[in-house]
């Protein structure tokens, strides 16, 4: 979801994939690879049915799904409409989290083309080099990472050579050996749905704030 104040990553949007028991038995003799292709094959018919990032859209659409179901839902819906603008739906694949907060960011970055930010973040970055290095780990074992992400601020950013467009980020954004490699890569460990911890050591680390809006059937403060 996004609102005026600035990027924020959506909550995942669960599915639900039925494998086989027999499937995992030997899943602990298999090596990263293995598991990264099996967890492909798993995933490759929601693929097809939801983009890694999607479209932007109205929160009343939200609403219209839930037209006839829970009252409590709606109302919930109604007032996250009253803060956000839309909403963009992801795949939930377990790595969707890092996928919603990286586009947002990025979406957020290109659209304001804030530059003290981006250098505010690389040094959040440098620091972060600092604090592994200070704990033992090897340069080669976080460099790619850190190159990585350093990589998508700069091309967002425009007047570079390889500046891109938002429709551009879209697509790279859906593709999935793009997406895919940057999770697999780049979050240890890989296609694990993402809890408090998580959030909050990408939070901190960055310095960027997340705000996590769950939506479910329970009452809230408001009376809703």
Known sequence: MQNQEGPIADKEMETSVSIPISEFDD???????????????????EAKKIPFVGNKEP????????????PILLEKIKMLGQQYAAIRR??????CFFQSFMFSYLEHILGSQDRAEVDRIKGNVKECRKT???LGYADFSFEDFF??????????????EDSISLDELIIKSRDQSISNYVCKSSVE????????????ALSDALGVPIRVVY????????GC
């Open 27 to 45: 899943w602990a003799n298999f090596a990263d690879d293995d598991i990264m292709q099996q967890q492909s094959a798993i995933h490759a018919e």
């Open 59 to 70: 929160l009343s659409m939200l609403a219209a799904e839930y037209e006839s179901g829970s």
């Open 90 to 95: 992801t795949q939930g694949d377990g790595n």
């Open 132 to 134: 592994l290095q200070s």
């Open 147 to 160: 190159g990585l992400f350093l990589e998508q601020l700069d091309i967002v950013l425009q007047g570079n």
């Open 189 to 200: 460990p890989m296609g694990e749905e993402s809890d408090h911890v998580d959030i909050a």
């Open 215 to 222: 939506l479910d059937r329970s009452f809230c403060d408001k």
